[in-house]
T-cell receptor, first 114, second 118 residues
């Protein structure tokens, strides 16, 4: 079945770059997403990438997609203390499943040290 | 605030009681989703509606769970005879009608209802 995996924890110093990694198993995944969740809050969409792309940049965020290895990464440049949160990778396959449901990883907790 | 709202934000109940949660999606969003998130995990899909029609239900949604969206606007999720294993955050998300041929969909999440079953 579909599965999305992420490393559990990442600690970086303020001003450094953060790279959060994700692997997925469904080769027919068409959209891959990164969501951010702050304590006690819902999920905020950060960015997404379509499977025919290999890179997408949006201000401080860069998403890289390696379809061959089914590997997705999120790079945050100039990481700030406000970036401390849990980051979720998610995939959907609306063409194959006829459903837009999101399959999430278990999240990577990013801690930014001053 | 025109985001997705959920009520209540917190609910504590005793095992065996029934609970009902409400979700108000962003106005004119035609799709509405329910997810469940347990501690240390990502959200898991439960069910979704397109307008008032419930189009998909996860195997996680046992027969103690029922969801409705009677007028295609707000939705309710009811859990009957709650069990301790039902303790989780219940998240609602909505998404707008697609435009053109793009099949991408952005789901906007509410703040969630945290349920604790004692």
């Amino acid at each position: 079945g579909e599965d999305v995996e992420q490393s559990l924890f990442l600690s970086v110093r303020e001003g450094d770059s953060s790279v959060i990694n994700c692997t997925y198993t469904d080769s027919s995944s068409t959209y891959l997403y990164w969501y951010k969740q702050e304590p006690g809050a819902g999920l905020q969409l950060l960015t997404y990438i379509f499977s025919n792309m290999d890179m997408k940049q949006d201000q401080r965020l860069t998403v890289l997609l390696n379809k061959k290895d089914k590997h997705l990464s999120l790079r945050i440049a100039d990481t700030q203390t406000g970036d401390s949160a849990i980051y979720f990778c998610a995939e959907s396959n609306p063409f194959g499943d006829s459903s837009y449901k999101l399959i999430f990883g278990s999240g990577t907790r990013l801690l930014v040290r001053p | 605030d025109t985001g997705v709202s959920q009520d209540p934000r917190h609910k504590i109940t005793k095992r065996g009681q029934n609970v009902t949660f409400r979700c108000d999606p962003i106005s004119e969003h035609n799709r509405l989703y329910w997810y469940r998130q347990t501690l240390g995990q990502g959200p898991e899909f439960l069910t979704y509606f397109q307008n008032e029609a419930q189009l998909e239900k996860s195997r996680l949604l046992s027969d103690r769970f029922s969801a409705e969206r009677p007028k295609g606007s707000f939705s309710t999720l009811e859990i009957q005879r709650t069990e301790q294993g039902d303790s989780a955050m219940y998240l609602c998300a909505s998404s707008p009608r697609q435009r053109g041929t793009e099949n991408q969909e952005t789901q906007y999440f509410g703040p969630g209802t945290r349920l604790l079953v004692l």
